[in-house]
């Protein structure tokens, strides 16, 4: 998980009392993380925070990684921030504000006490649910289970993204490249069955292989190359 932030104050029009109480709840994120929310405040302003919701088990969005983001009013905590996701769910429009009871949308049922991370858990109950609102969708189960495949790529477009969530970057770009390498694996086996099998498919077996390992070799580099460029743009900008 990255490390807090050095500067979490400029630019930002944070009153004491927001500036305080979000730098004390980042510290505690940080301390204690949730195995399945990763959130951090941009370095040039501790009121917009991002977040990543990593979808759960046993549900469409299982695999699937969600980037969102909160912006926090001013006077935080006195007044609840707005909630957007921008990363395709199925689940929420993106880019568009949630009416939620926790939300900009709702003021008069705001407490105080509720934290960054009770909203962030918040959401990914809503998310789980099928509750009409504001900035919500529908989509079948299939389109979600697409979606969640596709979320890391949609992720890795957005330098912020690269830039904030530097790790889990290179987490994914290790788990691709694994994963091209087991199925390069697989496709020289293949090769090796064919010629066993039959000495008439002998050389398509062979080239089918070195063909796939060729690709799966090229994509584990490309990913590995990309984490990279993720890790350098986050060091960059600190």
Same mark, same amino acid.
């Given at each position: 998980?990255?490390?807090?932030?050095?500067?979490?104050? =400029?630019? &930002? %029009?944070?009153?004491?009392?927001?500036?305080?109480?979000? /730098?004390?709840?980042?510290?505690?994120?940080?301390?204690?993380?949730?195995?399945?929310?990763?959130?951090?405040?941009?370095?040039?302003?501790?009121?917009?925070?991002?977040?990543?919701?990593?979808?759960?088990?046993?549900?469409?969005?299982?695999?699937?990684?969600?980037?969102?983001?909160?912006?926090?009013?001013?006077?935080?905590?006195?007044?609840?921030?707005?909630?957007? %996701?921008?990363?395709? &769910?199925?689940?929420?429009?993106?880019?568009?504000?949630?009416? %939620?009871?926790?939300?900009?949308?709702?003021?008069?049922?705001? $407490?105080?006490?509720? =934290? $960054?991370? &009770?909203?962030?858990?918040?959401?990914?109950?809503? %998310?789980?649910?099928?509750?009409?609102?504001?900035? =919500?969708?529908?989509? =079948?189960?299939?389109?979600?289970?697409?979606?969640?495949?596709?979320?890391?790529?949609?992720?890795?477009?957005?330098?912020?993204?690269?830039?904030?969530?530097?790790?889990?970057?290179?987490? /994914?770009?290790?788990?691709?490249?694994a994963a091209g390498e087991e199925a390069g694996a697989d496709g020289a086996g293949g090769a090796a069955d064919g010629a066993d099998a039959d000495g008439d498919g002998d050389a398509r077996a062979q080239n089918d292989g070195w063909l796939l390992t060729a690709?799966?070799?090229?994509?584990?580099?490309?990913? $590995?190359?990309?984490?990279?460029?993720?890790?350098?743009?986050?060091?960059?900008?600190?």
């Amino acid at each position: 998980t990255s490390s807090p932030r050095a500067n979490l104050t =400029s630019t &930002s %029009m944070a009153s004491r009392a927001a500036l305080n109480r979000l /730098q004390k709840e980042y510290a505690r994120i940080v301390k204690e993380p949730s195995p399945d929310i990763e959130a951090h405040p941009r370095e040039s302003n501790i009121l917009e925070w991002h977040f990543v919701i990593k979808g759960p088990k046993d549900t469409p969005y299982h695999g699937g990684h969600y980037h969102g983001k909160l912006v926090f009013p001013p006077d935080y905590p006195y007044k609840p921030p707005s909630i957007m %996701m921008l990363t395709p &769910s199925g689940r929420f429009r993106t880019n568009m504000r949630i009416c %939620m009871s926790m939300s900009d949308f709702h003021p008069e049922t705001w $407490v105080p006490a509720w =934290s $960054v991370a &009770s909203i962030l858990n918040g959401v990914l109950s809503f %998310m789980l649910e099928e509750t009409t609102t504001v900035g =919500s969708m529908e989509a =079948s189960a299939d389109e979600r289970k697409r979606l969640a495949k596709r979320s890391h790529a949609f992720n890795r477009k957005t330098p912020l993204f690269c830039e904030l969530f530097a790790d889990l970057v290179a987490e /994914q770009a290790a788990a691709a490249a694994a994963a091209g390498e087991e199925a390069g694996a697989d496709g020289a086996g293949g090769a090796a069955d064919g010629a066993d099998a039959d000495g008439d498919g002998d050389a398509r077996a062979q080239n089918d292989g070195w063909l796939l390992t060729a690709a799966c070799g090229a994509v584990a580099l490309a990913a $590995v190359a990309y984490a990279a460029w993720g890790l350098w743009s986050a060091d960059g900008s600190e």
